[in-house]
């Protein structure tokens, strides 16, 4: 692929973590691989006209635009940190399941719209015949990780990924999705990217620590969760990213029902389900966006107060939270680094991920490799 990211190898990592044993299967490697995929990313975008704000202008009538992200599974989850951004700074964004979008809602899009349109392959059946029956005159931003596929050639301006060979589920292509759409959210704000390149740093140093740390780590989560009959995830604003992206995770990987869930919704009804054979998996971290730096964000606090509900019914917690917390019955507590601009899920999805690789491994499947469904979906 050309312009792609050039990726430390496995051996090379091990090599710099020589106290980190990794069982190196093709998703561990692709795990391992995500510092490097991003740090590539960060000094290709953080280049002068890397987005060309005045090629964004000429796509719509109106600036700022209506922006619509959409896409299918990680593709999509990706969208949610760089929605919080827009909206945060008075800009309408939306984000919309493709498949939604062709059949459904395709009257909503105008010229006063730029259409995010993300897909790894680029050829995602969906996201084709999106190309084939959109309305004329949609401005089109085509964030694609294969450069010479249908996507990227129908695209009026090219985003790539650059996270290189993606033969397992998305990991990489994952997070690097996350990084270039809010590359793109700050291009459309006119705010200078100097903020989000040094936030992006924090996140990959983040993400190597955690890598530094699997042996210790998620060992005791893997025994936490100890085969549950289901397993709910839940958040808020930004966050929603990791818990649509982390039970995807689950059932690719380790084969769980994992529900995605946001965690206003769980109280209306789902919460009559806790149960101690079930896990919960909490991501409560502080919203330190525009204004709000230093400040404890109210969510976080909800989030933390659902956490101890939870725990109170005897249902199991894995939490994942920048705040303190103190109660750890029935719960599993992670402490993650603060990231700000919601993209903590560039660090919690690590987390998750080598959870779900150390699950299929534990039960002997080859974690990654899809059994029914395929790397490119092709059939609606």
Request: with cysteine; glycine share 8%.
């Given at each position: 692929?050309?312009?792609?990211?050039r990726?430390q190898?496995?051996?090379?990592v091990?090599?710099?973590?020589?106290?980190?044993?990794?069982?190196?299967t093709?998703l561990?490697?692709?795990?391992?691989?995500?510092?490097?995929?991003?740090a590539?990313?960060?000094?290709?975008y953080?280049s002068?006209g890397?987005i060309s704000?005045?090629?964004?202008?000429?796509?719509?009538?109106?600036?700022?635009?209506?922006?619509?992200?959409?896409?299918m599974?990680?593709s999509?989850?990706?969208?949610?940190?760089?929605?919080?951004?827009?909206?945060?700074?008075g800009?309408?964004a939306?984000?919309?399941?493709?498949?939604?979008l062709?059949h459904?809602?395709?009257?909503f899009?105008?010229?006063?719209?730029?259409?995010?349109?993300?897909?790894?392959s680029?050829e995602?059946?969906e996201?084709t015949?999106?190309?084939?029956?959109?309305?004329?005159?949609?401005?089109?931003?085509?964030?694609?990780?294969?450069?010479g596929?249908?996507?990227?050639?129908r695209?009026?301006?090219l985003?790539p990924?650059?996270a290189?060979?993606?033969?397992?589920v998305s990991?990489?292509?994952?997070m690097?999705?996350?990084?270039v759409?809010?590359?793109?959210?700050?291009?459309?704000?006119?705010e200078?990217?100097?903020?989000?390149?040094?936030?992006?740093?924090q996140?990959i140093?983040?993400?190597?620590?955690v890598?530094?740390?699997?042996?210790?780590?998620?060992?005791?989560?893997?025994?936490?969760?100890?085969?549950?009959?289901?397993?709910?995830?839940?958040?808020?604003?930004?966050?929603?990213?990791?818990?649509c992206?982390?039970?995807?995770?689950?059932?690719?990987v380790?084969r769980?029902g994992?529900?995605?869930i946001?965690?206003?919704?769980?109280?209306?009804?789902?919460?009559?389900i806790?149960?101690?054979?079930h896990?919960?998996i909490?991501f409560?971290?502080?919203?330190?966006?525009?204004g709000?730096?230093?400040?404890?964000?109210?969510?976080a606090k909800l989030?933390?107060?659902?956490?101890k509900?939870v725990?109170?019914?005897g249902g199991?917690?894995?939490?994942?939270?920048?705040?303190?917390f103190?109660?750890?019955?029935n719960?599993?507590?992670?402490?993650?680094d603060?990231?700000k601009?919601?993209?903590?899920?560039?660090?919690?999805?690590?987390?998750?991920?080598l959870l779900a690789?150390?699950l299929a491994?534990?039960?002997g499947?080859?974690p990654?490799?899809?059994?029914?469904?395929?790397?490119?979906?092709?059939?609606?």
């Amino acid at each position: 692929m050309s312009g792609g990211a050039r990726l430390q190898s496995p051996a090379a990592v091990v090599d710099r973590h020589p106290d980190v044993s990794f069982l190196m299967t093709m998703l561990m490697e692709e795990i391992v691989q995500q510092p490097a995929a991003l740090a590539a990313l960060r000094k290709y975008y953080e280049s002068p006209g890397a987005i060309s704000v005045k090629a964004l202008k000429k796509l719509v009538t109106k600036w700022p635009p209506i922006v619509v992200f959409t896409g299918m599974g990680s593709s999509l989850n990706a969208a949610y940190p760089a929605q919080a951004y827009l909206t945060s700074r008075g800009i309408r964004a939306i984000v919309w399941e493709t498949a939604e979008l062709l059949h459904h809602h395709l009257s909503f899009l105008g010229p006063d719209t730029l259409l995010v349109a993300v897909s790894q392959s680029g050829e995602t059946v969906e996201i084709t015949r999106l190309l084939n029956h959109m309305p004329e005159k949609v401005g089109l931003a085509a964030v694609v990780n294969v450069e010479g596929s249908t996507l990227a050639r129908r695209g009026h301006i090219l985003l790539p990924m650059m996270a290189g060979e993606q033969r397992s589920v998305s990991t990489k292509t994952y997070m690097c999705s996350v990084a270039v759409l809010m590359y793109l959210a700050f291009a459309l704000t006119g705010e200078p990217h100097r903020r989000l390149t040094q936030i992006l740093m924090q996140a990959i140093e983040a993400q190597e620590r955690v890598l530094d740390q699997h042996d210790v780590v998620t060992p005791p989560t893997v025994e936490f969760f100890n085969h549950p009959t289901y397993v709910a995830l839940m958040s808020r604003g930004a966050d929603m990213a990791s818990v649509c992206e982390g039970a995807l995770l689950l059932k690719e990987v380790a084969r769980v029902g994992a529900e995605p869930i946001s965690a206003a919704q769980f109280r209306h009804g789902p919460i009559e389900i806790i149960n101690p054979a079930h896990r919960y998996i909490i991501f409560a971290r502080q919203w330190l966006g525009n204004g709000h730096d230093g400040r404890r964000s109210g969510a976080a606090k909800l989030l933390l107060k659902l956490t101890k509900d939870v725990q109170s019914h005897g249902g199991r917690v894995l939490l994942l939270t920048d705040l303190p917390f103190e109660n750890l019955t029935n719960l599993r507590l992670l402490r993650v680094d603060p990231i700000k601009l919601g993209l903590g899920t560039l660090v919690d999805m690590v987390h998750i991920q080598l959870l779900a690789h150390d699950l299929a491994v534990g039960a002997g499947r080859d974690p990654g490799k899809f059994w029914i469904a395929e790397g490119v979906t092709k059939a609606e």
